[in-house]
């Protein structure tokens, strides 16, 4: 295991030499003399566990620069040093950069120590609880998304499409911290498991439907909403479901705000769409430019790189193969139907391993039609 890393940053050298001198062979230490290089290093490493970083600098100051690490990098304590003991510099650097300690020049070096020893602890306890929940949420929402898959295959499958292109989406456009986006377009469908099977198959396919059904298919999100907010911590995820059918006209501020609800909603309202279509039948550049022809209803900056990310070439691999050789991950390109002409799963289904158990249970007793075609990417 690596050990932490700690970044200082601070314009004047002979400060960070007289740091590098206490420091040495006491910590892992980077030392830069600008924010901006700073910034550079922590985009290309992923190991920073804490950052000081002087007040006073020229370009951007250190309030500045730690907001930006804050917003970034949040898992990354963060310390202030300063020369300027004066009572609005910290509160500024509190409130703005949310920051771990305050510290003034000069340092004593006991101190400086026992304030970065206490720092890496910080970073520890932070990542340790972050990695439990994760790993803890995704555990249980697979469980329960496995669970859901058997009772409305068709939903199911929408939902990982809808996960699929949204993550896409989220890496196109830089961000960093990721798990509260994925577990909400994981589950952004989770309210459409309330309703009937054959009406989400006709939503999916854009048929007509009533209008009583139609309301029953909008309460989705704040269905899901509902029972997301029951989960701790995950407020911010069923904010981001709840919001999903708000057109780009509603939101107040723009993307650029970095405001995670505002842009997962943004995201599950583009996606979401794009993929309903294409479900209908119709090709990614008609669904694209059906979509561009909208005004006020999609963001136009994500909308844009959606359309460069459908663009993308993949070569899809089309074979005919039995239930026993079926693997997670491949979509049917046809209904499967069982010797009673029952039919099991639809067209475009994607394939995890409880389906493909099932199927194999289900071949075993009653049979299933083989061999059947499926795709794939390579």
């Known amino acids: ?50 950052i000081i970083a002087d007040m006073n600098m ?19 304590t963060r310390i202030m040093l ?26 004593p070096n006991e101190l400086l ?28 929402i697979n469980t329960l998304l496995e669970m859901f898959s058997m009772i409305n295959p068709k939903a199911f499958s929408i939902q990982n499409q809808i996960k699929k292109y949204s993550m896409k989406l989220l890496d196109f456009i830089g961000i960093k911290e990721k798990w509260k986006f994925e577990i909400a377009f994981h589950l952004s469908q989770i309210g459409m498991f309330s309703l009937p099977p054959e009406l989400t198959d006709r939503i999916y396919a854009n048929a007509i439907i009533s209008g009583q059904e139609k309301e029953f298919y909008r309460q989705h999100p704040l269905i899901g909403k509902k029972i997301i907010s029951n989960i701790p911590r995950l407020s911010p995820v069923a904010a981001i479901i709840g919001a999903q059918f708000m057109d780009y006209s509603e939101f107040n501020h723009e993307i650029e705000r970095q405001n995670e ?5 943004q995201i599950l309202r583009i996606v979401t769409d794009f993929v309903y279509l294409l479900n209908s039948g119709i090709s990614k550049d008609s669904a694209i430019q059906k979509m561009q022809s909208t005004k006020n209803i999609y963001n136009e900056q994500l909308l844009t790189k959606l359309s460069k990310l459908s663009s993308e070439k993949q ?6 193969i039995y239930v026993r050789d079926m693997l997670p991950g491949m979509v049917l390109d046809q209904d499967i139907k069982a010797k009673n002409g029952l039919v099991v799963l639809k067209r475009n289904q994607e394939l995890n391993l409880n389906i493909i158990a099932t199927l194999k249970s289900f071949n075993e007793g009653i049979g299933i039609e083989e061999p059947v075609r499926i795709s794939f990417f390579l």
Not at 261 to 265: D, L, N, P
Request: with cysteine; glycine share 4%; aromatic share 6%.
């Open 1 to 50: 295991m690596q050990p932490n890393r700690i970044l200082f940053v601070d314009d004047e050298v002979n400060v960070l030499q007289a740091f590098r001198r206490t420091l040495h062979g006491k910590f892992n230490c980077e030392f830069v003399s600008e924010a901006s290089k700073a910034l550079q290093l922590l985009e290309r490493n992923d190991d920073i566990s804490v």
């Open 261 to 265: 609800v505002i842009i997962g909603a």
């Open 315 to 320: 070569e899809v691999i089309y074979k005919t």
């Open 113 to 140: 120590i026992k304030t970065i020893k206490s720092a890496i602890d910080h970073y520890n306890l932070v990542t340790a609880e972050k990695e439990l929940l994760e790993k803890t949420l995704k555990g249980s």
């Open 58 to 76: 020229p370009k951007m100051n250190g309030i500045e620069l730690l907001k930006i690490v804050k917003d970034s990098y949040p898992v990354i």
């Open 82 to 107: 300063t020369g300027n003991a004066d009572l609005m510099t910290a509160v500024n650097a509190v409130n703005e950069g949310n920051i771990f300690r305050y510290l003034n020049k000069p340092c």
